[in-house]
């Protein structure tokens, strides 16, 4: 089967470009050649997002996981020198991981392009905190996190600064062993439950957005409901 590839074109920035761009970001390669690119995945309905929003129809192909999930893992590989060109200017880069820093992503996609960030390296987490229940029965809190990573210091400072900037939040950034058997710490930035709502409000602004699915199901109890009165 051969290949199909990117037309070459000027590239625009749209919704669906940024989320693409925030996927590669955190689980996408370009490769040293100058011309292709992959994007790797556990989740199949990530990667069927991924090419919709490229507009490609290559196929999405079982590979080796990364050894930290016990999942099976899933690529698709697509090639264009005008595209990988494009990402290049963007300030992404082969064998990224310890030295991406900042992008250049317009202010008006950023959050879709964060989104693609969640999606890709970051998680949402939430659960029941029942701690105080010994005092009180009623004493139980519903915890909120959402949680960016990066193996590159200076890539997490930047997210947090235009974070901060566009949507008026700080969060917590810290170094942390992230993965068990993973060698290195990693930087993460972690966003308490207030900050959190604002935050998941903020990059799901609409329905029908290219995103993870299950995350935006977890996402999706918060941004319903009314916020006052949550612990």
Not at 100 to 119: A, W
Not at 136 to 156: D, G, K, M, Q
Not at 196 to 210: A, E, G, R, V
Request: proline share 5%.
């Amino acid at each position: 089967m051969t290949r199909k590839k990117l037309s070459n074109q000027d590239f625009s920035w749209t919704p669906e470009l940024a989320y693409a761009v925030g996927l590669i970001t955190t689980d996408g390669n370009l490769s040293p050649d100058g011309r292709h690119m992959s994007m790797r995945s556990s989740d199949m309905q990530l990667l069927e997002t991924f090419r919709q929003c490229l507009r490609i129809s290559n196929r999405i192909a079982q590979t080796q996981n990364n050894g930290y999930s016990k999942k099976p893992a899933y690529k698709i590989q697509f090639g264009g020198v005008e595209f990988y060109k494009w990402l290049v200017r963007v300030g992404l880069m082969p064998n990224k991981s310890h030295i991406i820093g900042s992008l250049n992503i317009p202010d008006e996609y950023f959050r879709d392009f964060l989104r693609g960030h969640l999606d890709g390296d970051g998680s949402i987490t939430t659960y029941q905190d029942r701690y105080n229940t010994f005092k009180n029965p009623e004493y139980v809190y519903t915890r909120l996190w959402v949680r960016f990573i990066s193996a590159s210091r200076p890539h997490i400072e930047w997210l947090r600064t235009t974070i901060t900037k566009l949507c008026e939040i700080k969060g917590h950034h810290s170094q942390s062993k992230v993965y068990e058997d993973h060698p290195t710490s990693m930087s993460v930035l972690k966003f308490g439950k207030k900050e959190s709502l604002k935050l998941l409000n903020w990059i799901y602004y609409q329905p029908d957005l290219p995103c993870l699915i299950r995350k935006r199901d977890i996402a999706e109890r918060f941004i319903l409901r009314p916020h006052s009165g949550m612990v």
